[in-house]
């Protein structure tokens, strides 16, 4: 089992920044994969990064390149997402989630296990 645990969710103004932050906890030793996904309401669960235990190789989604970053931290076990210059369509629930092993890193379905969200919310 893998517990994820996410903070720094918040309201900020457009054109501001937050940091996300993932907490791991448990058989960490099974992760593959780390990824960031969101969900506004009254649409479907999607990907915006993700990021390698090992290695660290990065992939973001088109909506979100050059303005967030994924990174880790494995000695700490966390895993972050730098958001900058944030607009109103980033308002959602963002979810941190653990890919055990998969190809399809920007599948919802691929990844086993899942933190309870935190909310961001970006004024205009």
């Known amino acids: 089992q893998v517990q994820l645990a996410e903070s720094g969710g918040g309201l900020v103004q457009a054109g501001g920044s937050l940091r996300l932050s993932c907490a791991v906890s448990g058989r960490t030793f099974s992760i593959y994969r780390m990824g960031w996904f969101r969900q506004a309401p009254g649409k479907e669960r999607e990907f915006v990064a993700t990021i390698r235990w090992i290695g660290g190789y990065t992939n973001y989604a088109d909506s979100v390149k050059g303005r967030f970053t994924i990174s880790r931290d494995n000695a700490k076990n966390t895993v972050y997402l730098q958001m900058n210059s944030l607009k109103p369509e980033d308002t959602a629930v963002y979810y941190c989630?653990?890919?055990?092993?998969?190809?399809?890193?920007?599948?919802?379905?691929?990844?086993?296990?899942w933190g309870q969200g935190t909310q961001v919310t970006v004024s205009s």
């Open positions: 989630a653990v890919d055990r092993s998969s190809a399809f890193y920007y599948s919802v379905n691929e990844y086993d296990y």
